[in-house]
């Protein structure tokens, strides 16, 4: 059975950083394209970055430049690394498992979510 847990969240001041991890259990992740979506209260669930087979990245446009994600396909996790966070960064953050290997911003491209980790950024 697939499933991703999220871990890593927590609260953090405007500036800090935090680092989520992504742990795949079931199939193995090689080969397939993960990304990061988070949904913040009262709105929708956007996108925040991907990772294709081949270690290709994307990122949103509110973040690239402060968010790494990355991938370790022996340990089966993907990593976001969260720099230079804000309060509007503050969110639930999830972890998703494409159907292929190249994915970007579109939920449809992903078959398996996580159970997301809370994020807080405080002013």
């Known amino acids: 059975q697939e499933q991703l847990t999220e871990s890593g969240g927590g609260l953090v001041q405007a500036g800090g950083s935090l680092r989520l991890s992504c742990a795949a259990s079931?199939?193995?992740?090689?080969?397939?394209?993960m990304g990061w979506f988070r949904q913040a209260p009262g709105k929708e669930r956007e996108y925040v970055a991907s990772?294709?087979?081949?270690?290709?990245?994307d990122y949103a446009e509110s973040v690239k430049g402060r968010f790494t994600i990355s991938r370790d396909n022996a340990r089966n996790t993907v990593y976001l690394q969260m720099n230079s966070l804000r309060p509007e960064d503050t969110a639930v953050y999830y972890c998703?498992?494409?159907?292929?290997?190249?994915?970007?911003?579109?939920?449809?491209?992903?078959?398996?979510w996580g159970q997301g980790t809370q994020v807080t950024v405080s002013s």
């Open positions: 990772i294709t087979w081949t270690s290709s990245t």
């Open positions: 998703a498992k494409g159907i292929a290997g190249n994915v970007r911003d579109g939920s449809w491209e992903y078959e398996y």
């Open positions: 079931g199939r193995t992740i090689s080969g397939i394209g």
